[in-house]
């Protein structure tokens, strides 16, 4: 079973499309979180939610909005697609009075707005 | 704002040969942690450090943080040809969040 797994794999989209990432972690963590990492392999934190409140929101513009559910599942929605959000954008979970275990990853979405 | 460097941004080794990247922080961390990103793939957890000066081993791998808790390194011995990705520091500054480091490339040349 994947620890964390995200949908889709792959998307290609073009400028001005709305679309969305799921999330869904069966760790049992409480905290669930957005990073970005663009061509060069920068990882920026974008999003952060512990038990469905969100404790973290970086300078991302008002485009993107995430959303979560539950504990489980942390979704990113994003309106009006523009060139710059190509990137490959990984969710995260973490247990917040366990950090000595790290954040476990998902697997990644590769954006690709054309 | 808070920031964590990595150097180098690129290393090329012959297999055998030990690799280090070194990772520094404009600020104290309360703990660091490092992960590895295969091509591809997406990042793993290895290791955290909590205490200053801090050393821990996991068979080739040597873990580092520093006394004053601003800088930390990891250093491979004799590297294999799976030791190829980037490897990442990310710092925690007691605010909830890792901030990553730039990352260092490893290649290894066969």
């Known amino acids: 079973d994947t620890a964390v797994s995200q949908t889709p794999k792959y998307l290609v989209t073009q400028m001005g499309n709305d679309k969305s990432i799921k999330c869904e972690q069966n760790?049992?963590?409480?905290?669930m979180y957005w990073y970005k990492q663009d061509s060069k392999k920068f990882l920026k934190i974008m999003f952060s939610y512990n038990n469905k409140e969100l404790i973290i929101n970086e300078t991302v513009p008002n485009r993107f909005s995430p959303k979560s559910p539950d504990k489980a599942h942390l979704n990113l929605h994003i309106n009006s697609l523009e060139l710059g959000d190509s990137a490959v954008y990984f969710c995260?979970?973490?247990?917040?009075?366990?950090?000595?275990?790290?954040?476990?990853f998902g697997s990644g979405t590769r954006l690709t707005v054309v | 704002g808070q920031q964590v460097m990595q150097i180098p941004q690129y290393q090329h080794v012959q297999e055998g040969e030990d690799f280090t990247t070194y990772c520094n922080s404009s600020t104290t961390l309360s703990n660091i942690q490092w992960y590895k990103q295969r091509p591809g793939g997406h990042p793993v957890f290895l290791i955290q450090l909590v205490k200053s000066g801090e050393v821990k081993k996991q068979k080739r791998l040597t873990f580092q943080f520093g006394e004053a808790k601003k800088n930390s390194s990891l250093h491979i011995t004799a590297t294999q040809t799976t030791d190829v990705g980037t490897y990442f520091c990310a710092g925690d500054f007691g605010n909830e969040k890792l901030t990553f480091g730039t990352g260092t490339r490893l290649t290894i040349i066969p």
């Open positions: 995260a979970s973490s247990q917040r009075d366990s950090l000595a275990y790290g954040y476990t």
């Open positions: 760790l049992g963590h409480d905290t």
